[in-house]
Each structure stands twice: as structure tokens, then as C-alpha cells.
T-cell receptor, first 110, second 112 residues
Framework: DVKVTQSSRYLVKRTGEKVFLECVQD?????MFWYRQDPGLGLRLIYFSYDVKMKEKGDIPEGYSVSREKKERFSLILESASTNQTSMYLC?????????FGSGTRLTVV | AQKVTQAQTEISVVEKEDVTLDCVYETRDTTYYLFWYKQPPSGELVFLIRRNSFDEQNEISGRYSWNFQKSTSSFNFTITASQVVDSAVYFCAPEEDDKIIFGKGTRLHILP
């Protein structure tokens, strides 16, 4: 089975800090995604990547950037964390058969 | 742009009742995939089904069934004889351009 691992389950950061959320998948998938989930809003796509060093903006990229230096790793970066970025962040990878999600990182910005 | 409407924000039913979760989507593609995911209280997203838009046959998997109507852009999900373990948030998600876009989800409560 494909495994998508997010390095932290819970994270608390201060306003203005630079935050890295890491995601690693172990099945050589080309495509990787970052979503955030907020109550009543479902999952919204932040960024995605179809290959190493490639990135595409999703629906809500403002305040975020990403890095894909290796195929298996897709990092989400909050350059200067703000309280409105407090959320659950979910990473996913996919190939022909479907999508696999990590267990999520619950980020609180104080 | 894609749009997904899950009109039911929250549903409560008594155990053993049948329940249908509605999903209506918009897409510009003629060929696409549709997904349903379950998110139990533990938070992980559990894959339920992936359906190609070419295939309009209804799908049944145990107590779960899906009704896909391309003409009305709907992909409804029915749980038969619901159980408490079915309590979760359920997301409908069409895929377009190799990425899936989620609806806001329907929170389902199965009451014992």
C-alpha cells in the first residue's frame, strides 16, 4: 500500500514564524498535493506538483509556497505564519488508481 | 471551474435506517473521475470509490451503493442499514486536470 507520511501530527507556532510542513510518499508517485481543511469549508487545494521542481497554484495559494526537490517529498512553507493559517493540513499523492492521503498536521498559530 | 455541491450539511438517522448523501458537480470535461471519501472522527481520509464518467452503471459494495447520473451531474451515495461506525464526514470529489476538488462534506450521525 502507498504510504503518505506527514512529519508532524500537531504543531504550534508563533505568528511571524517560518513554518515547514513535510510530506513524504513511498510509491514513486508523480503527483502530490497540499490541502487545508477547515470546518464547514471542506478541503481546499493550496498547491500541487506534477513532478520534481514543478509546482502549480491551487485555489488558495496566498501566504503559502511549496518545494519539491525530490520526487518523494513535497513541502509546504508558510513564510510568515498568521493566525488565519491555523488549520488542518493534508498532503496527498496520486497515480492512476487514486489518491492517498496522509493523516494530517493540525497547525495552530498563536 | 469545478464546483461540487453537497446540499446536506448534516444528517442524523437512527441505526439500521437507510440514508442517501447527495452530490451534484459541475465540470467542463467530458471525461472525468468522481470520488467519495469518508473521514471518521479520527481524521484520516478513507477512499470509498472512484468512478469513471464513462461508466454509468450503479455500483454496490456491501451496504454502500452509488448512483451516478451523468445527465444531471449527480453522484449520490447510499448507505443501507446504517451502523454507528458509519458516523463520519463524507466528501464527494470530482477530478479534473489530474486534481480532485472536494465538496464541503456531509456530516452523518448514526444514532444508536
Amino acid at each position: 500500500d502507498v504510504k503518505v507520511t506527514q512529519s508532524s501530527r500537531y504543531l504550534v507556532k508563533r505568528t511571524g514564524e517560518k513554518v515547514f510542513l513535510e510530506c513524504v510518499q513511498d510509491m514513486d508517485h508523480e503527483n502530490m498535493f497540499w490541502y487545508r481543511q477547515d470546518p464547514g469549508l471542506g478541503l481546499r487545494l493550496i498547491y500541487f506538483s506534477y513532478d520534481v521542481k514543478m509546482k502549480e497554484k491551487g485555489d488558495i495559494p496566498e501566504g503559502y509556497s511549496v518545494s519539491r526537490e525530490k520526487k518523494e517529498r513535497f513541502s509546504l512553507i508558510l513564510e510568515s505564519a498568521s493566525t488565519n493559517q491555523t488549520s488542518m493540513y493534508l498532503c496527498a499523492s496520486n497515480e492512476l488508481t487514486g489518491y492517498t492521503f496522509g493523516s494530517g498536521t493540525r497547525l495552530t498559530v498563536v | 471551474a469545478q464546483k461540487v455541491t453537497q446540499a446536506q450539511t448534516e444528517i442524523s438517522v437512527v441505526e439500521k435506517e437507510d440514508v442517501t448523501l447527495d452530490c451534484v458537480y459541475e465540470t467542463r470535461d467530458t471525461t472525468y473521475y468522481l470520488f467519495w471519501y469518508k473521514q471518521p472522527p479520527s481524521g484520516e481520509l478513507v477512499f470509498l470509490i472512484r468512478r469513471n464518467s464513462f461508466d454509468e452503471q450503479n455500483e454496490i459494495s456491501g451496504r454502500y451503493s452509488w448512483n451516478f447520473q451523468k445527465s444531471t451531474s449527480s453522484f449520490n451515495f447510499t448507505i443501507t442499514a446504517s451502523q454507528v461506525v458509519d458516523s463520519a464526514v463524507y466528501f464527494c470529489a470530482p477530478e479534473e486536470d489530474d486534481k480532485i476538488i472536494f465538496g464541503k462534506g456531509t456530516r452523518l450521525h448514526i444514532l444508536p
